[in-house]
């Protein structure tokens, strides 16, 4: 006989693919939890079955009615409820978080299971900046209100993470470009699943190589942050040859100041020659 839960919202990460990545903690849960709210009964039943979980469902949305999501917090007084979704973590992207606001107004235990994350796991295969990033979630479906979307994003110094679906990848990336500027990215499917693949490019490129043929499966899309500071103007350029030049020969100069400003060393070789000259 296991032994039972104490009563709460349990917050159930399950795998994103392989059934191999729900955590021993999250099965042992799923076991013992009185009930299981989730998605699809016939996707989570698949789950339930790897994990020897046989236990009762009943289906969740942020959309159901009121009633439901009440009576789930009700039951969470004296039984253990746990939240699984399709896929991945609760509520990225997915149901669960006014079932959490409301657990918590009514002063519900909630404990959360840490695990498999689409949106993290394409981060760390990306090889893109990890310590500034947004997560995007689905673009609109229309290219007006995408637009809107990227455009609020475009001055921001982070990696952009985005949800998205094959039939819908190469328009999505050609946004993007436009509205974005053409930026590295890397478009990541299928993670953790027989046919994972990883393709980086710029943005236009990776738009032409799927324009022809939409690829299948699940898509998670990483887009670089806008570019370094803008190149250094003339006069910023002109002061720093100055003061090189008071240190190295022309030649010398000129390359200190096009690896420091990333300016292309045969016209500041040009400049120092006038500003020396005159
Ligand atoms: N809650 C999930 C999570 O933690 O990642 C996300 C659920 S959201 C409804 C589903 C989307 O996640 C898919 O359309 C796709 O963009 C992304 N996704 C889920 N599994 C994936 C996988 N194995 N590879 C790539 N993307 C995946």
Do not use: W
Not at 22 to 45: H, K, M
Not at 60 to 73: G, K
Not at 161 to 183: C, K, N, Q
Not at 199 to 228: C, H, M, Q, R, S
Request: aromatic share 4%.
């Amino acid at each position: 006989m296991m032994e039972a839960l104490s009563p709460g919202l349990y917050i159930v990460a399950g795998p994103i693919g392989n059934l191999s990545d729900l955590t021993p903690r999250a099965a042992d849960i799923l076991c013992r939890a009185d009930v299981v709210a989730v998605e699809d009964s016939r996707v989570s039943a698949k789950l339930l079955r790897h994990a020897g979980a046989e236990r009762p469902m009943v289906p969740y949305h942020d959309h159901s009615d009121a009633h439901v999501r009440q009576r789930l917090v009700e039951r969470m007084a004296s039984e253990a409820v746990a939240l699984l979704s399709d896929a991945g973590t609760p509520l990225i992207s997915d149901p669960g978080y006014k079932l959490v606001r409301d657990a918590r107004a009514a002063g519900r235990a909630i404990t959360t299971l840490p695990g498999p994350c689409a949106a993290i796991a394409a981060l760390t295969l990306s090889g893109l900046p990890t310590d500034r990033f947004l997560f995007m979630g689905f673009l609109p479906a229309k290219s007006k209100a995408r637009a809107d979307a990227l455009g609020e994003v475009a001055e921001l110094r982070a990696t952009l993470v985005f949800y998205e679906s094959g039939p819908r990848l190469a328009a999505s990336l050609t946004d993007m470009a436009l509205s974005l500027g053409d930026r590295e990215a890397v478009v990541t499917r299928e993670i953790s699943k027989t046919y994972e693949e990883v393709k980086a490019g710029l943005l236009t490129e990776l738009a032409g190589a799927y324009g022809d043929a939409p690829p299948k499966g699940e898509i998670v899309v990483i887009v670089a942050p806008p570019g370094e500071a803008p190149a250094a103007s003339q006069q910023d350029a002109d002061a720093l040859l100055a003061d090189a030049l008071e240190r190295l020969p022309v030649g010398k100069a000129a390359s200190e100041v096009a690896k420091a400003t990333g300016l292309d060393r045969r016209s500041l070789y040009a400049r120092a020659l006038e500003i020396k000259g005159g």
